[in-house]
């Protein structure tokens, strides 16, 4: 009578430790795949060189406008 609770027992354990490594390996290659995305993304992100210089135009503006250089 005891082999049966064993078996079922060590079925149960068997069954929990695969279910716990699959969702382990899921989760890493959900991680591998997020992770591949973001490098890629500040690679097509990455702005001209207009771009660049447009924007700094706009923040020295907002500077002199601040410091109240910038009046006609």
Request: cysteine-free; glycine content about 4%; overall charge positive.
């Amino acid at each position: 009578m005891e082999q049966k609770p064993k078996k079922a027992v060590l079925a149960a354990i068997s069954a929990a430790v695969t279910t716990y490594i699959r969702t382990q390996e899921e989760a890493f290659a959900a991680a591998a795949t997020a992770a591949a995305a973001a490098a890629s993304a500040p690679a097509a992100a990455a702005g001209s060189f207009y771009g660049a210089y447009g924007r700094q135009q706009m923040m020295e503006m907002r500077r002199l406008l601040s410091l109240r250089l910038a009046r006609r």
